[in-house]
């Protein structure tokens, strides 16, 4: 996967090998150059069609605190 563009400093956006658009989420991505390949070790594919799909699967690895 090549890096298309920054999101944040933990998100990037990513072209694979087949021209498809995934966004990759970890510790430090985007600190890493526009260009850059990422070797993928492990993976967890979200639906995206539909607008909640995409919100849910952005916000599912967030911890939340209690009382909020």
């Known amino acids: 996967m090549e890096i298309a563009k920054r999101i944040n400093t ?6 694979d090998g087949n021209g ?9 991505l985007g600190f890493k150059d526009v260009g850059d390949e ?10 995206t069609s539909g607008r909640l799909r995409r ?6 690895g967030f911890k939340t605190r209690a009382g909020l």
């Open 10 to 15: 933990s998100a990037v956006l990513c072209i």
């Open 38 to 47: 990422l070797r993928v070790i492990g993976q967890k594919v979200c639906p």
């Open 20 to 28: 498809r658009q995934l966004v990759a989420f970890g510790r430090g």
């Open 55 to 60: 919100q849910a699967a952005f916000f599912r």
